[in-house]
Nanobody
Framework: QVQLVESGGGLVQAGGSLRLSCAAS????????MGWFRQAPGKEREFVVA????????YYADSVKGRFTISRDNAKNTVYLQMNSLKPEDTAVYYCAARRDYGLDPRQYEYDYWGQGTQVTVSS
């Protein structure tokens, strides 16, 4: 069992930056590939980025490529999402998720555990 808690969301102007964190409970964090997803008002939840267990490989949605960076610190049981050059269309609740596998996967149903989400609002 893994519990995930996101933090770092907030209100930022367009062009600004935020860094989200997702802290995981348990001793097996390094056994999980991690992902970030987001859900904008009135829209379905969508994939943002994924990272492998060791952090050596990542996979980004085209909409955030070049602006967002995922990283993880397995010693701290934490995964991060650095978001730069934010746009109003990035406004959403951001969720981190864990899957007990080594690969990168954008499909939500492949993830076993989810956090409660953190709100990111980008004003124009």
């Amino acid at each position: 069992q893994v519990q995930l808690v996101e933090s770092g969301g907030g209100l930022v102007q367009a062009g600004g930056s935020l860094r989200l964190s997702c802290a995981a409970s348990g001793r097996t964090f390094s056994s999980y590939a991690m992902g970030w997803f987001r859900q904008a008002p009135g829209k379905e939840r969508e994939f943002v980025v994924a990272i492998t267990r060791g952090g050596g490989n990542t996979y980004y949605a085209d909409s955030v490529k070049g602006r967002f960076t995922i990283s993880r610190d397995n010693a701290k049981n934490t995964v991060y999402l650095q978001m730069n050059s934010l746009k109003p269309e990035d406004t959403a609740v951001y969720y981190c998720a864990a899957r007990r596998d080594y690969g990168l996967d954008p499909r939500q149903y492949e993830y076993d555990y989810w956090g409660q989400g953190t709100q990111v609002t980008v004003s124009s």
